[in-house]
């Protein structure tokens, strides 16, 4: 019993140093999911966690990469906050459908009049593509707005050895493997994700089928028997 209490202090003591050494990282601006297909469209979600104990975020821009622009951009209505685009042209045009060139893409968009208190977060939807299929990361710039007249820039790219900077910008993975169609268009059409859980609780359920099957037969033979004792029983 010491030995196990032993045990269970020092993975509690590791856990919580764990969550110590972790938590910082949780307060970073980041991208859900963090990855999408390259040429394909997609719906993510900007987490913005408040960070400060004594003021509320209260504004949150997102700036779009220049290099890779995007033609296809819509935001997600927000209960109790105002959405603006700004949109800019575009230093080379790029072929849209139907032969009509897209001149200019949107650059940022702006979140205001909201609030997120003190150790809480939230999330600011995004659809867009399609994505481009010439590099393997799109970077997006973050600037989180305080109560306080505080901002805080989550711009900094990541350095080429990986460590993580100060302020990291939300970045998004692109895997090949995508097509203008696929993505966030059909995900309502695509079959629905069968999770462990999901496939336990199937098991679950043919188990207590089976097991009441079995009863029930069970049941059934006492049943029986019991009216082929009693005739006996009479005919005697």
């Known amino acids: 019993m010491r030995h196990r209490r032993s045990r269970l202090f020092a993975a509690t003591t590791l856990t919580a140093g764990l969550v110590l050494i972790a938590s910082p990282a949780w ?21 913005v ?7 509320g975020t209260t504004s949150l821009t997102v700036e779009f990469p220049a290099d890779h622009p995007i033609r296809s951009v819509s935001v997600k209505p927000k209960a109790g906050w105002t959405v603006s685009v700004d949109r800019e042209p575009l230093a080379e045009p790029v072929g849209g459908e139907g032969g009509d060139e897209i001149t200019e893409a949107v650059s940022r968009i702006t979140w205001t009049g909201g609030r997120i208190g003190p150790g809480e977060f939230d999330e600011f939807d995004v659809s867009m593509g399609p994505l481009p ?16 007249g505080e901002v805080v820039r989550w711009i900094e790219p990541t350095p080429a050895n990986g460590s993580e900077p100060e302020f990291p910008a939300p970045v998004l993975k692109l895997v090949a493997g995508g097509d203008e169609h696929g993505g966030a268009e059909d995900a309502d059409e ?25 009863v029930g037969g069970l049941g059934l033979l006492a ?14």
Not at 28 to 42: L, R, S
Not at 133 to 148: I, P
């Open 49 to 55: 966690p408040n960070e400060r104990d004594d003021s």
């Open 133 to 148: 299929d010439d590099t393997d990361e799109l970077v997006f710039g973050a600037l989180q707005t305080y109560e306080s």
């Open 190 to 214: 695509r079959a629905p994700e069968v999770t462990a859980s999901d496939s336990d609780d199937s098991d679950d359920s043919e188990t207590l089928a089976v097991v009441a099957l079995i």
């Open 223 to 236: 049943g029986v028997a019991g009216i082929v004792l009693g005739t006996r029983r009479r005919a005697a």
């Open 27 to 47: 307060a970073h601006v980041t991208i859900n999911p963090n990855e999408a297909a390259q040429g394909g469209f997609t719906a993510v979600s900007f987490r």
